[in-house]
């Protein structure tokens, strides 16, 4: 059901936030940065789940979506650190169910 799936999004969004703002902080006292741009392939095909994805991104502290290309499904991603696909979009799995469906 999507409203599990809203929840559990809601969920896995508040702990990525929760981490990523740790994260931040610890980088700031020790001067750990090495900022990057990386390109995200994602796995959304709805638009409106792809902008929420891309806003989840934004949202997190540490990152920051600067490019969508819808047709392609592609996120362009500035971090503060070298950082998985993974950990940028814990939650992608979750919008992906909510907007997309079981495709």
């Given at each position: ?12 969004l508040m ?25 995200i ?63």
């Open positions: 059901m999507r409203v599990f799936d809203t929840i559990g999004y809601l969920f896995i702990k990525a936030l929760s981490e990523a703002w740790l994260d931040v902080v610890k980088r700031s006292v020790t001067g750990n940065i090495d900022p990057q741009i990386v390109e392939e994602t796995e959304i095909n709805n638009l409106i789940g792809q902008v929420l994805l891309a806003c989840s991104i934004t949202l997190t502290p540490g990152t920051l979506t600067i490019g969508l290309n819808p047709e392609k499904r592609i996120l362009k991603v500035a971090t503060i650190a070298p950082i998985k696909k993974e950990d940028i979009i814990p939650f992608e799995p979750y919008i992906k169910k909510i907007f997309d469906g079981n495709r």
